[in-house]
T-cell receptor, first 112, second 116 residues
């Protein structure tokens, strides 16, 4: 079993829809939870991160962490065609030497 | 401020050939990483360097070597390329998050490598 599981998609939605992207994980030591966005043929870029449980909002994006269920989500409101990309979750423990563990990514397509 | 740069962008090799992938960052970061990205496998860490002069193995180091030439540059070498090394390679550098605990990683644009 992989430490981090992510549905590869593709997820295809109309413009304006609310999108929910999710990851599950097995390592209870994970404390930092990140979402990266990767456009086609580009490197990943950090969207947002949360520490431990709870929600974090940044514009149209909301990240949620449920540590009791080992489940994290990224919600995109009012989705735009420019949001079409692959979204990767990533997690790490709290020690300085802990490395990021990435999910495989979910490909999102937002059509006009 | 170019961030993380990688050369070359594309490369085709024959089995057994060698090559070096170059990476440089201008953000004064201590830590640098090499990943490979394959369909269905996500990003897997090959090697990393926590600081100038140190390197450590990641999840999939076999068949690769690295050199941390200075604080800015971190190269990845394939001594004898194999078809299993066909992949997209990303270099990254990182800085501590505000408040510590873990790093924010900044990625380069990637090198697409095909080994025939």
């Amino acid at each position: 079993q992989k430490e981090v599981e992510q549905d590869p998609g593709p997820l295809s939605v109309p413009e304006g829809a609310i999108v929910s992207l999710n990851c599950t994980y097995s390592n209870s030591a994970f404390q930092y939870f990140m979402w990266y966005r990767q456009y086609s043929r580009k490197g990943p870029e950090l969207l947002m991160y949360t520490y431990s449980s709870g929600n974090k909002e940044d514009g149209r994006f909301t990240a949620q962490v449920d540590k009791s269920s080992k489940y994290i989500s990224l919600f995109i409101r009012d989705s735009q065609p420019s949001d079409s990309a692959t979204y990767l979750c990533a997690m790490s423990g709290a020690h300085n030497t802990d490395k990021l563990i990435f999910g495989t990514g979910t490909r999102l397509q937002v059509f006009p | 401020n170019a961030g993380v740069t990688q050369t070359p962008k594309f490369q085709v090799l024959k089995t057994g050939q060698s090559m070096t992938l170059q990476c440089a960052q201008d953000m004064n970061h201590n830590s640098m990483y090499w990943y490979r990205q394959d369909p269905g496998m996500g990003l897997r860490l090959i090697y990393y360097s926590a600081s100038e002069g140190t390197t450590d193995k990641g999840e999939v180091p076999n068949g690769y070597n690295v050199s941390r030439l200075n604080k800015r540059e971190f190269s990845l070498r394939l001594e004898s390329a194999a078809p299993s090394q066909t992949s997209v390679y990303f270099c990254a550098s990182s800085e501590r998050l505000a408040g510590g605990g873990t790093d924010t990683q900044y990625f380069g644009p990637g090198t697409r490598l095909t080994v025939l």
